[in-house]
């Protein structure tokens, strides 16, 4: 149990990827981009999804339209154990692969080394994550009511993969980082945006879901207005204190 | 002539375009794999779970060094002026080693740890509390301090040098450019933060009032320090 929820907080060291050789494996998944577990999982988020909705009939479809055995469902979700509430272990599987592809598809193609005129700004990539959601935005409460029951998924793969993404979302886009407290809060920030505008994307029937983006750029202004005001009140408390701190000093050199 | 004008095909071909694809193929290959055959198999976990815990703990030590300076300076330099160009040396340095995590930290996605303003707190009063008592006890505390520093920074050196054998493509085996340097930055370190231990007895250290409770006292509340920002 304890070592399920240091998880959470398992964060790793990101090496020079040009020293090294490419993974085999994407993510957190257990399979890379040309195995046949991306290929089945691909169609049937692109396909089959919008189609069937998130479950067991949406694989098996994609799974039929790519001639192979249905048997290859339980392939499919060799990784993971049966879930509370006897949603399939494919299915999870399926709404994993949703997460760490999309998230991945979001920062496609940014180098991050680039200087910070070319990096696209927080609120870009954050809408483009929230764009990549459209095509399956009627299914959207499925996923999101699987992804917050709690349990061994939540822990290990829903809370992790949200955290991943706002860390990705940060480190990719022009926006400043930080090396002390503010790094979690930030974090913190940027992930409660992204739940609830995904939250109002599931309910959103305006066209092209512009009221959803609009929904997320005042949210995420507000959650950075809040820094602001923060990080303001901090400066001013420091400023006064040290001004206090040498004023009494002074007084007492005078004597 | 005419031999030269054909590309040479040492397989029959099964199609026409095949010979095309094939050349297409080879001219840009050797490149791509010559820069692959040169890298390293990545990180094992443990490897990148232990790199992600030195780069840590050493920012929230570095950070404490540097807090702790700022306390002592604070304190001292209107008081002893002799002392003014000592403690700002070292501090300087503090302050180098600080920001080296720190862009290290962000570069490679380390999160930093979660007790950071209690890091900075307990250092300033430290440096601080030390500092009021006397300036020796000042030094006694850096000398704790930089004892603690300089055993945990050797810990590190021995393990990044010894288990970050990497096997490359190619099937030869060493360490991977950026493990070298980061051994480099912390070799450098660990120097000059027992240097700060010298000069630290040089000025009287060990003539602190209640030395042995100051000492082991600090060296008791680095550890635990350590420990903590290793973990959490």
Known sequence: MLNRSLKLSKRMYHANASDFLKPTTLGSLVYG?????????????????????????AIVHSLNVLKLPSSMLSVISSSNPPSFLHSSPALMELIKFHLVDKRYKTVAGIDPEAADEELPSLESLLLKRLKLNAPIASRLSQVLSQLAIPGPFLLNNALPELHRLSDDLLYFSNEKDHTDFAWYSKRLAISC????????????????FSQTFEFAQEKLHRVMKLGEYYNNTEEFTWYTMLSAVNLAKSQLARG | ???NSFPRISKRQFSR???????????????KRSQNENRHFPLSEAQAAYLDRVVRVDQAGELGADYIYAGQYFVLSSKYPHLKPVLQHMWDQEIHHHKTFNSLQVKKRVRPSLFTPIWKLGAFVMGAGTAVISPQAAMACTEAVETVIGRHYNQQLRCLTNQFDLKKANGSVSVPPEVNSLTETIRQFRDEELEHLETAIEHDSKKAVPYMLLTEGIKGICKAAVWTAERI
């Open chain 2, 1 to 3: 002539m005419l031999r």
């Open chain 2, 17 to 31: 375009l095949s010979s095309l694809r094939a050349t297409n193929a080879t001219s840009k290959e050797p490149t």
């Open chain 1, 33 to 57: 981009k040309d195995s046949m577990q991306y290929k089945v999982l691909s169609h049937a988020m692109d396909v089959s999804v919008p189609i069937y909705g998130f479950n067991e009939r």
């Open chain 1, 193 to 208: 945006t992204y739940v609830s505008s995904e939250l109002f994307m599931s309910q959103d029937k305006s066209a092209d």
